[in-house]
Every structure is written in structure tokens, then in C-alpha cells.
């Protein structure tokens, strides 16, 4: 029986992570909302794991149109993670998608874009159901 070593590994890695970051700042709120962006960061890659590991299985039409769905929802969640990073080092700090007017280019452009290919993946996926009828 195959066992799912994922959520074990979450645990594991929360709780290695929630005593040296809640300890080192106890007098502030700071290390709270810094767990919370870590935390944030664990279960966004779970989530992009999952959808495409749950997507693998799948082939034709309805394969094609689930990895672009996964791709979409990929491509927001970057603008997550920037978000994320860019709380945790620091306003006025590089983060992976620059900074300045690039940064905020980005920061526009991502979820609309990530929207775009989400349309076109459920677009594949309702013209196949279609079909089926």
C-alpha cells in the first residue's frame, strides 16, 4: 500500500520551522506573521505538488486541459510566493520579480495572465464534456 509522505513532511516541517521563528521574536507580532508567510509557502508548493501529481494519471483531451488548469493556477501562485518573500525580507528588498516599476508590472500581469490560461484550460475541458453529450 503506497502511503502519502506528504502531509507527515508538512508537520515536520512546520514544527521545525515555528520554534526559532516564534521564539526569536516573542515580544512582537512579527515572528507570528512571519510563521504565518511560512506556513503560506508550504501550502502553496503542496498545493502546486498535488494538483500536478493528481493530474499525472490523467491522458487525450482532459490530461491536456488539466495541466494547463495546473499551469494556470502555477502562475498565480508565483505572484503568492513573491508576495510572500518580499514580506519576509523586507519591504525595499529585491525580490524574484524585481523591484520598482518591474516589480509592480509583474504584480499586474501575473494574475491576469495566470486567469487567461486558467479560461483556456476550462475552455478545453468544456468543449470536450460537450462532446460527450
Same mark, same amino acid.
Given at each position: ?11 515536520? $516541517? ?29 501550502v ?32 498565480? $501562485? ?12 523586507g519591504?525595499?528588498?529585491?525580490t ?12 499586474e ?25
Amino acid at each position: 500500500m503506497k502511503r502519502n509522505i506528504f502531509l507527515p513532511l508538512i508537520a515536520l $516541517s512546520l514544527l521545525l520551522i515555528a520554534g526559532p521563528v516564534l521564539a526569536a521574536e516573542e515580544e512582537s507580532q512579527a515572528g507570528i506573521v512571519t510563521f504565518i508567510n511560512l506556513v503560506t509557502l508550504v501550502v502553496v508548493g503542496g498545493i502546486i505538488y498535488n494538483i500536478f501529481a493528481g493530474v499525472g494519471g490523467f491522458g487525450g483531451v482532459v490530461g491536456k486541459a488539466l495541466k494547463t488548469i495546473g499551469f494556470g493556477i502555477l502562475i498565480l $501562485s508565483i505572484n503568492v510566493i513573491d508576495e510572500v518573500i518580499e514580506s519576509l525580507a523586507g519591504f525595499g528588498s529585491e525580490t524574484i520579480l524585481g523591484e520598482g516599476l518591474v516589480h509592480d508590472v509583474f504584480h499586474e500581469a501575473l494574475p491576469l495572465l495566470g486567469f487567461i490560461v486558467l479560461a483556456f484550460g476550462l475552455s478545453k475541458l468544456t468543449k470536450f464534456i460537450k462532446t460527450i453529450k
